[in-house]
């Protein structure tokens, strides 16, 4: 029979430790770094939110629009810009970091393949946040 992380969390006898975003409040929500940074702080799981670029592709961010946690306005030259109505390629090339601080510039938006992997690696349990984009195609 195949282990069950998820089984297991819930069948330990204590509160179980959520990454909100990853670590929310040491680093910028959604990104690897966040999640990384949650790990090292011993959480029990990680919850993270995705949406879908322009090709239905799975991305992690919190927003339907690019401006709070990028640096689109100035790459794009205007204001709400959607997630999806942009490429993998274009939102990866975005800023994700340097919003929160200087440390973190450069910081990439993770595809939700990557962070699951992550997260995953570290032998922990993703807690997936479906903001936009078929379920069925995550399963």
Do not use: C
Request: proline share 5%.
């Amino acid at each position: 029979m195949q282990s069950n992380p998820a089984r297991a969390l819930l069948s330990r006898n204590r509160a179980v430790v959520i990454g909100h975003r990853g670590y929310a409040v040491r680093a910028p929500e959604n990104t690897l770094p966040g999640f990384k940074l949650a790990i090292e702080a011993g959480v029990d799981a990680i919850e993270l939110d995705y949406r879908v670029d322009r090709e239905g592709i799975p991305v992690v961010i919190h927003d339907a629009t690019l401006d709070r946690t990028t640096n689109a306005i100035s790459v794009f030259g205007t204001s709400k810009v959607r997630v999806d109505s942009k490429s993998m390629a274009e939102l990866q090339a975005l800023d994700a970091g340097s919003w929160f601080g200087p440390e973190f510039a450069g910081t990439a938006i993770p595809s939700l393949e990557e962070a699951v992997e992550g997260i995953l690696g570290a032998g922990l349990v993703p807690l997936l946040e479906r903001k936009a984009g078929s379920a069925e195609g995550i399963v």
